[in-house]
């Protein structure tokens, strides 16, 4: 398999370089490649007046760097993200992403944090089938799980994601954009767009592979207003999304409340493998649920406690916080998040 490599460089600062894998050129000889690669690289630019071309290549598919996939499942495929928050790392690549492969395609959930990490997740695939990849599958809205979705689109995946997705993240695309051109090289993030859906699941849905379905579930509010958790019926494996975090500490975007009501509703009934969506897979439920449970117990205890004590938000937060701090040594990047967490726990439950 060779792959089509444009070099770009930003229209208004040429200094700031990268390169873009184009999908639509993957062939399975450097001669192919060749032959489509100058107007495929044009057709591309056309579309992106915020980009100047450069060199055009035809690349070996072992010699571009992939994302590093294991296989926990016949045909599932996850690729483990680093456990910390997206500023302590050189390039956000934090989310676990899965590749699930079946008879009529590829289903891919979550595309990373930017193209470049969509690339690398396309050339690892690439390494796996040449199946077609017909379905990415977005867990919610989140910057290091949505941002590397144009490249699952360019190879002919439909997208499909939560009802409440389009909102939440038209909303906040820009800031996300501008968040990892601040942190990471251009290398990183050059290319990188919001995509929006093409299927938005309202409570439940199904994807057929062929010899394999997928179950899609729509929550209420939880982590995000977005959370969606994908069940490979054939065996057994529930991708969460972040509606469950181990190792890393768990971030509150959407609701506290319903976070714990949806931990209290057996979610993972019948699932025997759960893909967190952050930090390592596990084959119970109950031990890889109890650290999170037990933290946005006493997140919520702690803040109503505070609200109970007649705090303002500015003063509650620090007490909050320090309320918190026997729990910090068992999650990575605790401090870089305790703020905001009670922040976000106290708006909400100041209305109970
Ligand atoms: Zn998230």
Same mark, same amino acid.
């Given at each position: 398999m060779f792959h089509v490599i444009l070099g770009v460089c930003l229209a208004l600062s040429p200094d700031q370089c990268g390169t873009i894998l184009l999908p639509r050129g993957d062939s399975p000889t450097q001669q192919a490649c060749r032959a489509g690669a100058d107007r495929l690289a044009a057709d591309w630019l056309e579309d992106r007046p915020d980009l100047v071309g450069g060199a055009i290549a035809c690349r070996a598919n072992a010699d571009l760097p992939a994302a590093a996939l294991q296989e926990i499942a016949p045909g599932i495929h996850v690729h483990f993200g680093t456990s910390q928050q997206m500023e302590e790392t050189p390039d956000g690549r934090i989310a676990n992403l899965g590749v699930i492969v079946g008879r009529d395609g590829v289903a891919v959930i979550d595309a990373g944090v930017s193209r470049a990490e969509g690339q690398a997740l396309h050339v690892a695939i690439r390494r796996l089938t040449d199946r077609p990849v017909t379905h990415l599958i977005l867990t919610h809205m989140h910057p290091d799980h949505v941002l590397g979705a144009q490249v699952m689109v360019e190879a002919g995946a439909t997208v499909t994601?939560?009802? *409440?997705? %389009?909102? *939440?993240?038209?909303?906040?695309?820009?800031?996300?954009? !501008?968040? +990892?051109a601040r942190l990471y090289p251009p290398a990183e993030w050059i290319g990188t767009q919001v /995509?929006? %859906? @093409?299927?938005?699941?309202? @409570? &439940? *849905?199904? +994807? !057929? =592979?062929?010899? &394999? &379905? =997928?179950? =899609?579930?729509?929550?209420?509010p939880a982590h995000t207003d977005s959370d969606l958790t /994908?069940? @490979?019926? *054939?065996?057994?494996?529930l991708f969460t999304g972040d509606l469950l975090f181990r190792d890393l500490t768990p971030v509150v975007d959407g609701s506290l409340r319903g976070w714990l009501a949806w931990m209290d509703s057996d %979610?993972?009934?019948?699932?025997? =493998? +759960?893909?967190?969506g952050h930090g390592p897979v596990s084959e119970s439920w109950a031990p890889a649920a109890a650290p999170q449970q037990t933290f946005l117990k006493a997140l919520a205890d702690r803040t109503r406690q505070a609200i109970g004590d007649g705090l303002a938000l500015s003063a509650a937060v620090p007490v909050i916080a320090n309320a918190l701090q026997p729990l910090q040594n068992s999650w990575n990047s605790y401090p870089e998040t305790v703020a905001r967490n009670a922040t976000a726990a106290y708006k909400e439950l100041e209305w109970e």
């Open positions: 994601a939560h009802h *409440a997705l %389009p909102q *939440a993240l038209q909303m906040r695309a820009d800031s996300y954009l !501008d968040l +990892i /995509v929006m %859906p @093409d299927s938005l699941v309202q @409570d &439940r *849905a199904t +994807i !057929d =592979l062929g010899d &394999r &379905r =997928l179950q =899609l579930r729509a929550w209420p /994908v069940l @490979d019926e *054939a065996t057994g494996t %979610p993972a009934a019948g699932a025997r =493998l +759960i893909v967190p």
